[in-house]
C-alpha cells in the first residue's frame, strides 16, 4: 500500500483508510483499522471524527507522503504513540517520547484509587515516585476536587523535561525532584506524603524477555523491568517510605496480578495492604498503609465476568448485560484504546455512580450510544447536518 500511494493521485480519505487497514493487517498489527485513522488524523492535524465527517475529500501528494512515512514506522512496529507523540491517559492528552514509558489503561485503576484516598481523608501532600510523563500526579491534580500539593520524581533529566512540559499543558504546579526513587526527598529531609504512588518497573526479567516486539524493541527497558522478579524497586521504596509517609497515609502500588502472592515484604517493613482490582477482576493495585490503621477497601465483589466473541455474541450474555443495566447497574467492557462503562442511559443514580468509579467530575461529558435514529430522537431535539451525513452514509454499521 504505501507504493501505491505515489502513483495514484486519486486518494480520498475513505480510500486511503480502507488500503491502509489492508496493509496493516498483511503485517499483522493489532486494530489495523484505527491505527490507520489515528495516523491519518495526525497527518492531517485533525481529529478521527473529521475523517468520518470528510470521508470523500482527496489528499495531496505531500500529505500522503507523510502519511506513507508515518504507516511504515508503524508496520514496523514503532507505537503509534512514538509516531505522533501523544497518547492519552484519564481522557487528558499527554506528550511521550521514547524517553518515557507509554501511560497504559490499567494505570487509571491506580489514578481512581487515588482520587477516591484524597477525598475520603482530605488528602493534601501526594508524591509519585518514578513519574515518567507525569500523567499519575498531572491526572490526580486535574480531576481532583481540592488543592493538593503535588510533588514527583524519576531518576531521568529527559523524562522530567517532558513531564513538566505535560504539567504545564493542564496547568497542574508540580514539584520535580531528580534522582533515584525518594532519595533526593531525603537528603532534603522533605515534608511527610498523605499519599505516595508509584507505578515503577514491575515486570519480571524472565516475562520481558517475552514480550511483543512494539513494547520490547522501542519502549525504554529501565521503565518496563528491574533486571529482576519486578519487585526489587518497591522493596527498596518501601523502606525509604518509612519516614516519608504520615502515620494515617497510604501508598499505592501498580503490580502484575501474577505478583499478588510475593508481596510479604511489605508487612515485613511494618505495614499492612489491600489489593485493588481492575475491571477484569485482577489485582492490580496495592493499597498500603501501616499497620493498625483502619481498612479502606475492600470494594464490594458483587461482579460478574463473561467473554464474548465479537463476531458471534452469545444472546445469553447480551440479556444479563441488558438486565444489569436495566436493573441500575455498570458494565465494563473493552474499547479500542482503554475500557469503558456502561449504564443507562435514564438512570441518573447509575450515571453518578460511573462519575465515582472514575473518579471525574459530573460535568465531564457521557457518550450515549443509541441503535437506530429513531432512538436517537429521544436524545437530541436537533441533528447536525454533518451529523445527519455521517447516519446516511454509515448507519447501520460502526459509528
Request: with cysteine.
Amino acid at each position: 500500500m504505501p507504493s501505491e500511494i505515489h502513483k495514484n493521485s486519486d486518494w480520498t480519505i475513505q480510500k486511503l483508510l480502507s488500503a491502509t487497514q489492508s496493509f496493516l493487517q498483511k503485517k499483522n498489527a493489532d486494530q489495523p483499522r484505527l491505527l490507520s485513522e489515528i495516523l491519518l488524523a495526525y497527518v492531517l492535524k485533525v481529529d478521527r471524527v473529521y475523517l468520518f465527517s470528510h470521508f470523500d475529500q482527496p489528499i495531496s501528494e505531500a500529505e500522503r507522503a507523510r502519511y506513507r512515512a508515518a504507516v511504515l514506522r508503524c508496520a514496523n512496529g514503532e507505537p503509534v504513540a512514538y509516531i505522533t507523540g501523544e497518547k492519552e491517559f484519564m481522557s487528558l492528552p499527554f506528550k511521550v517520547t521514547p524517553a518515557t514509558l507509554i501511560p497504559r489503561p490499567d494505570t487509571e485503576v491506580l489514578v481512581e484509587t487515588a482520587l477516591e484516598l484524597i477525598q475520603k481523608h482530605g488528602y493534601r501532600h501526594v508524591c509519585d515516585v518514578g513519574t515518567g510523563s507525569g500523567c499519575i500526579p498531572i491526572s490526580i491534580g486535574y480531576y481532583a476536587k481540592s488543592p493538593l500539593e503535588l510533588t514527583a520524581t524519576d531518576q531521568s533529566a529527559d523524562t522530567l523535561a517532558i513531564a513538566q512540559e505535560n504539567a504545564d499543558r493542564q496547568r497542574i504546579s508540580i514539584q520535580f525532584f531528580q534522582g533515584d526513587l525518594l532519595t533526593p526527598l531525603l537528603s532534603v529531609k522533605h515534608r511527610p506524603f498523605d499519599l505516595i504512588t508509584a507505578n515503577l518497573p514491575y515486570i519480571p526479567w524472565d516475562v520481558y524477555q517475552t514480550l511483543d516486539r512494539t513494547v520490547k524493541n522501542f519502549e525504554p527497558r529501565s521503565a518496563l523491568t528491574d533486571g529482576q522478579d519486578g519487585l526489587s524497586l518497591y522493596r527498596r521504596l518501601i523502606q525509604q517510605a518509612t519516614s516519608l509517609l504520615t502515620d494515617g497515609g497510604r501508598m499505592l502500588f501498580e503490580i502484575d496480578p501474577r505478583q499478588s502472592q510475593q508481596l510479604d515484604f511489605i508487612q515485613e517493613a511494618g505495614f499492612s495492604y489491600t489489593l485493588i482490582p481492575d475491571l477484569a477482576g485482577r489485582a492490580r493495585v496495592v493499597c498500603i498503609k501501616r499497620a493498625g490503621v483502619p481498612d479502606d477497601f475492600p470494594r464490594p465483589a458483587a461482579t460478574q465476568r463473561w467473554k464474548i466473541d465479537p463476531e458471534k455474541p452469545d444472546a445469553t450474555i447480551l440479556a444479563k448485560a441488558a438486565s444489569i443495566l436495566q436493573n441500575g447497574g455498570l458494565v465494563a467492557f473493552p474499547t479500542e484504546t482503554v475500557y469503558g462503562l456502561g449504564a443507562h442511559a435514564r438512570n441518573a443514580q447509575a450515571l453518578a455512580e460511573i462519575f465515582r468509579v472514575k473518579g471525574r467530575p459530573q460535568t465531564s461529558p457521557l457518550l450515549v450510544a443509541v441503535s437506530s435514529p429513531t432512538q436517537l430522537n429521544d436524545f437530541v431535539t436537533e441533528i447536525p447536518a454533518s451529523a445527519q451525513l455521517l447516519m446516511d452514509h454509515f448507519w447501520p454499521g460502526p459509528l
